[in-house]
């Protein structure tokens, strides 16, 4: 089954209106056609949500957030739900990001909350599972990975990944410029695929499965090419729009 190459760029905690209007600027011309050959999302602090929404109205670029409450509302003050994404028109969400993880204490329950509130107010979750450096050095990256996607699966069931998708990030990769290399990284999506065949082995050939993790342009072309990898989680090289369309344009052969 041939899936489409999904692309999406996670800004992180970077931004401001201006930049963003320059951004989109740049991009839109190739977003906004059939330029590209693969799905592309733009995920930004909340703050900046209505203005990409905006910004990319006349496009078929996904507008997402990058975290969202396991609340549905109330005294939870300085927390948005996902029903007040859904409200403002985004599309999707990132959920269960290392930094979430390790900086913020999500745990794999906590993040499988998230993904149910997600999906049930019609905003895809874009899951993400990864290993330290410390987990990968004792052998344990697919156990790590495996248990993290299957708290999710026992929460909410395969369709929200399907209608999303999964993230791999190895957290030893993020920010610092290391890359899994090609094989390392198809092996991780190989058996991240076959823990979503267990649930369903027909949904597992639909749901895409992105790398993330120092993606560029110069080491793209070589993980699109793996036959598990359906696309890149893309965070530092997402901050310039010409850098990001690079990494997009790698695609554009599969």
């Known amino acids: 089954m041939t899936r489409k190459p999904f692309v999406v760029a996670n800004w992180k905690m970077n931004g401001s209106l201006k930049a963003n209007a320059d951004w989109i600027e740049t991009a839109l011309p190739q977003m906004s056609g059939t330029r590209l050959h693969c799905d592309v999302a733009v995920c930004a602090p909340s703050v900046y949500l209505s203005q990409l929404v905006k910004g990319f109205e006349h496009s078929a670029t996904l507008v997402g957030a990058q975290n969202c409450a396991q609340y549905t509302q109330g005294a939870y003050t300085g927390e948005v739900s996902a029903g007040m994404l859904a409200d403002i028109g985004c599309d999707l969400v990132i959920l269960g990001h290392s930094e979430?993880?390790?900086?913020?204490?999500?745990?794999?329950?906590?993040?499988?909350?998230?993904?149910?509130?997600?999906?049930?107010?019609?905003?895809?979750?874009?899951?993400?599972?990864?290993?330290?450096?410390?987990?990968?050095?004792?052998?344990?990256?697919?156990?790590?990975?495996?248990?993290?996607?299957?708290?999710?699966?026992?929460?909410?069931?395969?369709?929200?990944l399907v209608a999303g998708a999964v993230a791999y990030e190895p957290v030893w990769a993020?920010?610092?410029?290391?890359?899994?290399?090609?094989?390392?990284?198809?092996?991780?999506?190989?058996?991240?695929?076959?823990?979503?065949?267990?649930?369903?082995?027909?949904?597992?050939?639909?749901?895409?499965?992105?790398?993330?993790?120092s993606v560029k342009a110069k080491n793209a072309p070589e993980l699109f090419a793996q036959p598990d990898i359906d696309g890149a989680l893309v965070g530092g090289a997402s901050l310039k729009a010409e850098d990001f369309l690079a990494i997009c344009h790698c695609a554009d052969n599969l």
């Open 100 to 160: 979430r993880r390790t900086l913020f204490g999500e745990t794999d329950e906590t993040v499988a909350e998230k993904v149910k509130l997600a999906f049930d107010n019609g905003v895809m979750p874009i899951v993400c599972v990864g290993e330290t450096l410390q987990e990968r050095e004792a052998g344990q990256t697919i156990e790590v990975v495996s248990r993290q996607l299957r708290a999710v699966l026992n929460k909410v069931g395969i369709m929200p």
């Open 174 to 213: 993020i920010g610092t410029g290391k890359s899994a290399s090609a094989e390392d990284a198809q092996a991780v999506h190989q058996a991240l695929r076959a823990v979503l065949a267990e649930v369903d082995e027909e949904a597992s050939k639909r749901t895409r499965i992105l790398y993330g993790g």
